[in-house]
């Protein structure tokens, strides 16, 4: 069974703190050689890097930087998950090979095996994936993996490509590609998540965000404390 270790913030100035603090020792760490990163999408982690790449920290030659999951829309659009890391990625200066993206210019399905491909290139480099950021959906979904379907879909992968239930396309990490995170780290803020963060303390077998990380001996869930008050009530 997972362990989750669960840390709770009484705002969520202090959460983005926090968050700042430990994203910016993952990617100021050098004892470890080659490194990466994986950012999650949503509105929860921006302001925090956004105060990253202002203070643009130094890193080591070997940072490489991932994401969870991409909606299939250009590279240029809001809705993009790389897009609005941009200012991130601009102030690390990373060299484009170090930037493992979705490539959405290519179509749905050959989105997925590029990026299956170069996550698997990045793995058998030797490079560790230490920090891995997820979000939590109310629905009880993280990454694009939102039902049963997706996560047998999603054997034998390391990204898929996923019909979400919005309507939009999107690619995906996988459980077994989230088995190779070292630290994954749930970061959820904001209202409406009451029963998916039960859920997942719980441990409730049919939730597909705690489905999507069985293969991770131990996790972390960051909770803005007005996030989940209702949880204990």
């Known amino acids: 069974m997972t362990t989750i270790q669960t840390r709770r913030f009484a705002s969520r100035a202090e959460l983005d703190a926090a968050l700042v603090q430990r994203l910016e020792q ?3 760490d050098t004892t470890g050689g080659a490194t990466a990163i994986m950012l999650s999408g949503g509105h929860t ?43 991130l990625l601009e102030a690390l200066a990373l060299p484009e090979s170090s930037v493992v993206r979705v490539r959405t210019e290519l179509p749905l399905e050959q989105a997925a095996e590029d990026y299956e491909r170069r996550l698997a290139d990045l793995l ?35 990204a898929i490509a996923v019909h979400r239930p919005d309507g939009m396309s ?29 859920a997942f303390l719980q441990q409730d077998p049919d939730l597909i965000a705690l489905r999507a990380v069985q293969p991770c001996p131990r996790v972390e869930l960051w909770l803005e404390q007005s996030a989940e008050w209702s949880v204990y009530a």
């Open 170 to 198: 999107a690619v995906s990490v996988t459980p077994e590609f989230l088995s190779h995170v070292a630290e994954p780290v749930f970061v959820v803020a904001g209202g409406g998540k009451y029963d998916a963060i039960k």
């Open 124 to 158: 058998s480099s030797g490079a560790r994936v230490g920090l891995g950021l997820l979000g939590l959906g109310a629905d009880g979904h993280t990454a694009s993996l939102f039902s049963a379907a997706d996560l047998e879909r999603a054997c034998g992968h390391l």
């Open 45 to 87: 982690p921006l302001p925090a890097y956004r105060e990253l790449a202002r203070r643009a920290p130094e890193h080591s030659d070997g940072l490489h930087v991932l994401f969870s999951d991409e909606r299939y829309v250009p590279p240029t659009s809001e809705a993009s998950n790389y897009h609005q890391s941009r200012p």
């Open 26 to 28: 993952a990617i100021t």
